[in-house]
């Protein structure tokens, strides 16, 4: 193979024109598969069918690949909700708007978690950049809607508008089967329903969560699980190292491993934690219902008070998995899946005239709006955020359309 480009040699049959946007493909793909720090330049180049040193003729190393296809993500959506001028009514421009996300949400399912999860590898000055074309997105829609809904407040607009985000982008956090134009139809549809949602007052008292044990009364082990949560909600998994978790919970790099052989056991130990905690609301919500309608809502709440009081150990457990032990990850999947079929089944009982196919889909929106928008709103002291985000979930599953 020539070492040259094929614009500089000339040689189109051994190098496709169109060879970077493949490796970037493939590079999207499997950092939203396997985690950024868990591919290798060789899987990559295997995937295109090249040899690894090739990869090079198109990107210097591993981190420009994450720059490369997670920008161009956002310039996609950036893209997408860029609108010609002449659409200037609201209701036009907000349909336009939600046509278009559903669109790209679809089509670009497979790399959604580069913008969801693995943009945290990016260094600042490429995360400013996102940030502000995340902030451009959500005024983009939150502008229109003001006008179409004058008492919606500005900052319950851009709320909104980030729950409507939130809800496309869930395609990318599971692998639930969907037809594309029946995925685009739901996508929309639920936004729909987000914009015109009333989100519940701010004067709703929120749910506090339990009050956090004092480190020296708990058990060690729980101090050390406490502490790694923190650790890698701040840093993520691969930044932080037994030694620092050992620092943090006060405990003697050697005794760390009385309690877990590894970080692999102790991220492990976290997960199921998290699962024994869902599956505990999920039951006790269903156990109290009285119809499908009071089980849904109760579902929807009682996860939404349990993503508020466990915020970094629901980030964890939303960011971290593909850095689990493979075998821990199978497990932990068959009950995250089973969690989900509970919502499935409650939200079929409560709507008949959908599809398992599409409770599922729905389903996940919600449970991926509750967790998004807790990470959007829990630094702004704001009263009822649970209950404001909780009758949103609430507003995609069952709203009229």
Same mark, same amino acid.
């Given at each position: 193979?020539?070492?040259?480009?094929?614009?500089?040699?000339?040689?189109?049959?051994?190098?496709?024109?169109?060879?970077?946007?493949?490796?970037?493909?493939?590079?999207?793909?499997?950092?939203?598969?396997?985690?950024?720090?868990?591919?290798?330049? #060789?899987?990559?180049?295997?995937?295109?069918?090249?040899?690894?040193?090739?990869?090079?003729?198109?990107?210097?190393?591993?981190?420009?690949?994450?720059?490369?296809?997670?920008?161009? =993500?956002?310039?996609?959506?950036?893209?997408?909700?860029? =609108?010609?001028?002449?659409?200037?009514?609201?209701?036009?421009?907000?349909?336009?708007?939600?046509?278009?996300?559903?669109?790209?949400?679809?089509?670009?399912?497979?790399?959604?978690?580069?913008?969801?999860?693995?943009?945290?590898?990016?260094?600042?000055?490429?995360?400013?950049? =996102?940030?502000?074309?995340?902030?451009?997105?959500?005024?983009?829609?939150?502008?229109?809607?003001?006008?179409?809904?004058?008492?919606?407040?500005?900052?319950?607009?851009?709320? =909104?508008?980030?729950?409507?985000?939130?809800?496309?982008?869930?395609?990318?956090?599971?692998?639930?089967?969907?037809?594309?134009?029946?995925?685009?139809?739901?996508?929309?549809?639920?936004?729909?329903?987000?914009?015109?949602?009333?989100?519940?007052?701010?004067?709703?008292?929120?749910?506090?969560?339990?009050?956090?044990?004092?480190?020296?009364?708990?058990?060690?082990?729980?101090?050390?699980?406490?502490?790694?949560?923190?650790?890698?909600?701040?840093?993520?998994?691969?930044?932080?190292?037994?030694?620092?978790?050992?620092?943090?919970?006060?405990?003697?790099?050697?005794?760390?491993?009385?309690?877990?052989?590894?970080?692999?056991?102790?991220?492990?130990?976290?997960?199921?934690?998290?699962?024994?905690?869902?599956?505990?609301?999920?039951?006790?919500?269903?156990?109290?219902?009285?119809?499908?309608?009071?089980?849904?809502?109760?579902?929807?709440?009682?996860?939404?008070?349990?993503?508020?009081?466990?915020? #970094?150990?629901?980030?964890?457990?939303?960011?971290?998995?593909?850095?689990?032990?493979?075998? #821990?990850?199978?497990?932990?999947?068959?009950?995250?899946?089973?969690? $989900?079929?509970?919502?499935?089944? $409650?939200?079929?009982?409560?709507?008949?005239?959908?599809?398992?196919?599409?409770?599922?889909?729905?389903?996940?929106?919600?449970?991926?709006?509750?967790?998004?928008?807790?990470?959007?709103?829990?630094?702004?002291?704001?009263?009822?955020?649970?209950?404001?985000?909780?009758?949103?979930?609430?507003?995609?599953?069952?709203?009229?359309?």
């Amino acid at each position: 193979m020539s070492a040259g480009s094929a614009v500089d040699t000339g040689s189109a049959a051994k190098r496709p024109k169109d060879r970077k946007a493949r490796i970037a493909l493939a590079a999207a793909e499997l950092f939203c598969e396997r985690g950024y720090h868990r591919v290798g330049i #060789d899987d990559i180049a295997a995937v295109v069918g090249i040899s690894g040193p090739a990869i090079y003729n198109h990107f210097p190393n591993k981190y420009a690949m994450l720059r490369h296809t997670t920008l161009a =993500l956002s310039d996609a959506v950036m893209a997408a909700t860029e =609108l010609p001028t002449g659409i200037e009514e609201p209701y036009e421009r907000l349909d336009a708007l939600l046509t278009e996300l559903a669109r790209l949400g679809v089509q670009r399912r497979r790399v959604g978690g580069l913008y969801q999860w693995e943009g945290r590898y990016l260094e600042a000055e490429d995360k400013a950049r =996102l940030r502000s074309d995340s902030r451009t997105v959500v005024e983009r829609l939150a502008d229109p809607l003001t006008m179409l809904r004058p008492e919606v407040e500005p900052a319950q607009a851009r709320l =909104l508008a980030r729950a409507v985000l939130s809800l496309v982008g869930s395609l990318s956090t599971h692998r639930a089967a969907i037809a594309p134009a029946r995925g685009q139809e739901l996508l929309r549809a639920g936004g729909w329903r987000l914009l015109r949602a009333e989100p519940a007052p701010a004067t709703t008292p929120a749910q506090q969560p339990a009050p956090t044990p004092d480190a020296g009364l708990r058990p060690r082990r729980e101090t050390i699980m406490a502490e790694a949560v923190r650790l890698f909600h701040l840093h993520g998994y691969h930044a932080v190292t037994m030694d620092d978790i050992a620092a943090a919970s006060g405990t003697r790099a050697s005794s760390l491993y009385r309690h877990f052989a590894g970080k692999g056991e102790l991220l492990a130990a976290v997960y199921y934690r998290a699962a024994d905690r869902v599956a505990a609301t999920t039951a006790e919500a269903l156990a109290a219902a009285s119809s499908p309608a009071d089980a849904l809502s109760r579902l929807v709440d009682s996860y939404a008070g349990m993503v508020f009081g466990q915020s #970094d150990l629901v980030a964890v457990y939303h960011a971290e998995n593909t850095n689990l032990p493979e075998a #821990d990850r199978h497990e932990l999947r068959r009950a995250q899946r089973a969690h $989900v079929e509970e919502w499935v089944r $409650v939200l079929g009982l409560e709507r008949p005239e959908l599809s398992s196919g599409d409770c599922r889909i729905l389903a996940h929106g919600a449970l991926n709006l509750i967790a998004d928008l807790a990470r959007a709103v829990r630094y702004d002291n704001r009263a009822g955020a649970d209950r404001m985000i909780a009758s949103l979930a609430l507003d995609l599953l069952t709203a009229p359309s």
